[in-house]
T-cell receptor, first 110, second 115 residues
Framework: QKEVEQNSGPLSVPEGAIASLNCTYS??????FFWYRQYSGKSPELIMS????GDKEDGRFTAQLNKASQYVSLLIRDSQPSDSATYLC??????????FGDGTTLTVKP | DAGITQSPRHKVTETGTPVTLRCHQT?????MYWYRQDPGHGLRLIHY???????DKGEVSDGYSVSRSKTEDFLLTLESATSSQTSVYFC??????????????FGPGTRLTVT
């Protein structure tokens, strides 16, 4: 079992819709969770971090964390073509290192 | 932009040759990381450093060595490059501070091809 698993893509949504990206992790002691966006040919860019159970909102992005279910998600409201990218989930495990999922590729169609 | 540069940005080398990639940061961050990224895969940690001369292995460290003689520079060396090391290599720093602990910021990457 992978330490961090993301729903397999690609994910395609129409412009203006809500995109939902999901991530599960295996280390129950994990404390810190991150979402990165990576455009093709570019480096990952941090867009959200979340440390406590519940929702955290930043503009059109909402991160949701449920430690009991070992689940973290990213919602993108009013999706735009510029949101088309690969989204990487990262979890800081008890060992002190960040483990990344394989990523979910999102395409927003005009 | 976390003040991270990587050099070279692109390199083609032959199997069996040594290769050194450089990561340079300007903001005095203590923690630095080297990752590789292959098609269809996330980022996999090769080595990391938690201070000058303090380094440790990641999950895919075989065939790689690192050095950090100055805070600002973290070098990744492939002693004898193999085709399986063809990849994109990213350097990252870890932000410090209570609210941003463990957030990582990445350099632009180095695309390495081993022929």
């Amino acid at each position: 079992q992978k330490e961090v698993e993301q729903n397999s893509g690609p994910l395609s949504v129409p412009e203006g819709a809500i995109a939902s990206l999901n991530c599960t992790y295996s280390d129950r002691g994990s404390q810190s969770f991150f979402w990165y966006r990576q455009y093709s040919g570019k480096s990952p860019e941090l867009i959200m971090s979340i440390y406590s159970n519940g929702d955290k909102e930043d503009g059109r992005f909402t991160a949701q964390l449920n430690k009991a279910s070992q689940y973290v998600s990213l919602l993108i409201r009013d999706s735009q073509p510029s949101d088309s990218a690969t989204y990487l989930c990262a979890v800081k495990t008890n060992a002190g290192k960040s483990t990344f999922g394989d990523g979910t590729t999102l395409t927003v169609k005009p | 932009d976390a003040g991270i540069t990587q050099s070279p940005r692109h390199k083609v080398t032959e199997t069996g040759t040594p290769v050194t990639l450089r990561c340079h940061q300007t903001e005095n961050h203590r923690y630095m990381y080297w990752y590789r990224q292959d098609p269809g895969h996330g980022l996999r940690l090769i080595h990391y450093s938690y201070g000058v001369k303090d380094t440790d292995k990641g999950e895919v460290s075989d065939g790689y060595s690192v050095s950090r003689s100055k805070t600002e520079d973290f070098l990744l060396t492939l002693e004898s490059a193999t085709s399986s090391q063809t990849s994109v290599y990213f350097c990252a720093i870890r932000a410090t501070g209570t609210s941003s602990t463990y957030e990582q910021y990445f350099g632009p990457g180095t695309r390495l091809t081993v022929t």
